[in-house]
């Protein structure tokens, strides 16, 4: 039996917040700050049990406005296997921090110019203002390719099909897409790939380390409608001791 997610227990305090008080369709919830005094939990948390209960049709955040009460009669059920994107950068951080070092030294000119394609395609894909991620995918997928283990490939495939498959990670891209964070992030793939081409595994795996670190950081700060300063996490980086 799984154990049920953190957000998840945040989710369910917060809607039996919302029976207690009897707020109806309409009704404001009170900011986040207040629920992360009230329930006594940190703002991340509640950042994304409130992205659940959006997803479920429970609330509405309007931006500049605040957290409003939806009708009950269009709310889904929760979406209980869904993975926090957080939960989800923490895991990358640490497995394709590793998989990059590797891929280092195992690494081929053929390897090495897939990867510089993969990066032109993205370059294009932002030009052209293309909301796709293939490009990205592309990107991190010949990384693991570039290590000769398939198996090590299908872990970096799984890690992104529970990306996609995300409800909560759509939500939060949704809500960030007109900022210019793909161009940073593409300076971080130049910078995985100087270290790939250098065959060096200290500088891939820096690189990498720090690169999904500039995601999750970017995803924090931009997703918080409420406070764009908000620097809490619900699943920090573990820190790299090599």
Request: charged content about 30%.
């Amino acid at each position: 039996m799984k154990t049920p997610r953190q957000y998840q227990d945040v989710a369910r305090a917060i809607r039996a917040l919302i029976a207690a008080e009897r707020l109806a369709t309409g009704d404001r919830l009170i900011p986040e700050r207040a629920l992360s005094d009230r329930l006594g939990v940190s703002r991340s948390l509640v950042r994304e049990a409130l992205i659940l209960l959006e997803i479920e049709g429970v609330v509405e955040v309007r931006k500049g406005s605040g957290i409003y009460i939806s009708d009950p009669a269009t709310a889904a059920q929760p979406a209980r296997d869904d993975i926090g994107p957080f939960e989800l950068l923490q895991a990358r951080q640490l497995i394709e921090s590793d998989i990059a070092g590797f891929a280092a030294r195992m690494v081929t000119k053929n390897d090495i110019l897939r990867l510089r394609e993969a990066l032109e395609t993205e370059r294009a894909d932002m030009a052209r203002g293309d909301p796709d991620y293939s490009g990205d995918r592309a990107f991190h997928r010949l990384i693991a390719e570039a290590t000769q283990n398939s198996v090590l490939v299908d872990v970096v495939e799984e890690l992104w099909r529970k990306r996609e498959q995300s409800p909560m990670w759509a939500r939060l891209h949704n809500r960030i897409f007109e900022t210019t964070y793909r161009r940073a992030w593409l300076d971080d793939h130049q910078a995985i790939l100087a270290g790939l081409q250098a065959r060096n595994p200290e500088q891939a795996q820096t690189a990498m380390w720090r690169h999904l670190g500039n995601v999750r950081e970017t995803l924090m700060t931009l997703s918080d409608v409420e406070d764009p300063s908000f620097d809490g996490y619900l699943f920090e980086p573990v820190t790299r001791t090599g």
